[in-house]
């Protein structure tokens, strides 16, 4: 039986460190990670900028930035094939440095999914096939600064549980394999935000072959809901941070193989992001980062221990950062009315701010905020504080 290799990398900006290098030397920005990505059958890349900015960027809550269009020849030097719109940053550059980072893309052969000018368009599935093998992928993000599709306005597919899970179910009869490519959760945090975990589920549920997350910038783990592999989060592929953090330093991509009756293989290739480029971990520190990926994992093979993982996330914030996130919020609309705004719109609008809230203020009126796992809030605490 024919088979087809997949690879998926997360999130991917020519900005910062990597903006020159990807536009001078496109393939020395993958280092040793570049045969893995050129013997791929298709490669998909979550694409988190736009590569053009004809008019300055938006007012938003995060960062925005943009790439150009001469950085399209780092994803053709990664031999992609497709990339996710599906995240926060494609329209850093509004709706026209959407539209011209989309045509470029497709005049280089490049697909897109997860947004579009409506609702409709940012719903759509990628369909392709490779080797008779029929695949669809749905991309779906959180909708960040009020930037999820509607049926007149442009933005991203906006977290739509139900409905993406509705047509997963309807599209299982049309394809051999079903991917979900998933912009969500906490930034920065070693487990996966519990709501976050209710929609994998329900995906899975629906039929889904495997489900792959990103946007919290640092690896997570793995479970499986029945026959479905769903990765939490991969961390960050060529997107350059300035900070000393190990887990923001590393990363995953996935090498997936498949047939006509589903995933046959799957496997996670760490690495880690450098000055310059990428490069696969040596011996020693990839046995470090299995270790570390069991113990993320670990958590998530039941509902109930992955509630307490996310406990153990608000614990080791606790009512200090709370009160940390609304001095700043404060201290922002002071300064800049706009951007403290944009801030604190997103904080109550935006999925992953507003269930961390409303969760943690939950523990703290009744008292429990500290109640967790001693060992995971030790583990929250080592993952967000280890260095390089």
Request: aromatic residues 10%.
């Amino acid at each position: 039986m024919k088979k087809a290799k997949i690879l998926f990398a997360s999130d991917t900006a020519p900005i910062r460190g990597f903006a020159q290098i990807m536009k001078e030397e496109p393939h020395a920005v993958y280092g040793d990670l570049l045969p893995h990505l050129q013997q791929a059958d298709y490669s998909i890349v979550n694409l988190e900028s736009p590569l053009s900015c004809p008019n300055g960027l938006i007012t938003k809550s995060g960062a925005a930035f943009s790439g150009e269009e001469e950085h399209i020849s780092a994803l053709k030097a990664g031999n992609f094939k497709a990339a996710v719109c599906a995240n926060n940053h494609t329209f850093d550059s509004g709706l026209e440095g959407f539209r011209n980072t989309r045509a470029l893309l497709e005049r280089n052969r490049i697909s897109t999914v997860g947004a579009g000018e409506n609702i409709f368009e940012a719903r759509k599935e990628l369909s392709f096939e490779v080797n008779g093998i029929t695949f669809a992928l749905f991309a779906i993000s959180e909708g960040e600064d009020m930037l999820g599709a509607r049926e007149n306005s442009y933005g991203v597919r906006p977290w739509e549980v139900e409905k993406l899970a509705e047509e997963i179910r309807n599209a299982r009869e049309k394809y051999d394999i079903i991917l979900v490519s998933a912009h969500c959760g906490l930034e920065y945090q070693p487990y996966p935000s519990f709501y976050v975990y209710e929609a994998f589920k329900l995906w899975a549920d629906a039929g889904a072959d495997m489900i792959i997350g990103h946007h919290p910038h640092v690896p997570q783990g793995m479970t499986c809901f029945g026959k479905t592999p769903a990765y939490f989060s991969l961390g960050n592929f060529a997107f350059y941070q300035p900070v000393k953090f190990l887990h923001r330093k590393t990363g995953y991509f996935l090498e997936i193989e498949a047939d006509a009756n589903g995933i046959t293989t799957h496997r996670a290739v760490p690495y880690r992001i450098e000055e310059r480029n990428l490069r696969l971990l040596t011996p020693e520190e990839k046995a470090d980062f299995e270790t570390l990926f069991s113990k993320l994992s670990a958590p998530l093979s039941s509902p109930g221990s992955a509630r307490e993982a996310w406990n153990a996330v608000l614990a080791y914030n606790g009512l200090q950062g709370f009160q940390n996130e609304l001095e700043k919020i404060l201290a922002t609309i002071r300064e800049n009315p706009a951007k403290g705004a944009a801030m604190l719109r997103n904080r109550v609008t935006c999925i992953q701010h507003s269930s961390q809230w409303i969760d943690g203020m939950t523990r703290i009126i009744a008292g429990n905020i500290q109640d967790a796992p001693e060992e995971m809030i030790k583990m929250v605490k080592e993952f967000m504080t280890r260095e390089l």
